[in-house]
């Protein structure tokens, strides 16, 4: 089992930024972030992998969202810059010893932090 520990959610104004941080009880390959808005589908936003270190994003998320790890690699970072009021949801860390499949179904989801961005 692994355990993930969601922060840094809050409410903003359009164009600002915000970074969310996820921290894990132990370190695990793949590592990433997805978001739901209230009556909305799921959306990828983007994983890392612990080694060799790369992160993967979803075309609709390129550009203005910036994952990372720390040196550790139990803490996962998403930058979010020029956020959009569309931006606001319930932001969700998700987690996979193996990576297979899509994120938003990784076996270890966190409890989610919501951003809001108002205009």
């Known amino acids: 089992q692994v355990q993930l520990v969601e922060s840094g959610g809050g409410s903003v104004q359009t164009g600002g930024s915000l970074r969310l941080s996820c921290t894990a009880s132990r370190v695990t390959y793949a590592m990433g972030w997805f978001r739901q808005a209230p009556g909305k589908e799921r959306e990828d936003i983007g994983t890392?992998?612990?080694?060799?270190?790369?992160?993967d994003y979803a075309d609709s998320m390129k550009g203005r969202f910036t994952l990372s790890r720390d040196k550790t690699k139990k803490t996962v970072y998403l930058q979010m810059d020029s956020l959009k009021p569309e931006d606001s949801a319930m932001y969700y860390c998700?987690?996979?010893?193996?990576?297979?499949?899509?994120?938003?179904?990784?076996?270890?989801r966190g409890q989610g932090t919501e951003v809001t961005v108002s205009s």
């Open positions: 998700a987690a996979s010893a193996d990576g297979t499949g899509k994120l938003q179904n990784f076996p270890y």
């Open positions: 890392t992998y612990s080694s060799p270190r790369r992160a």
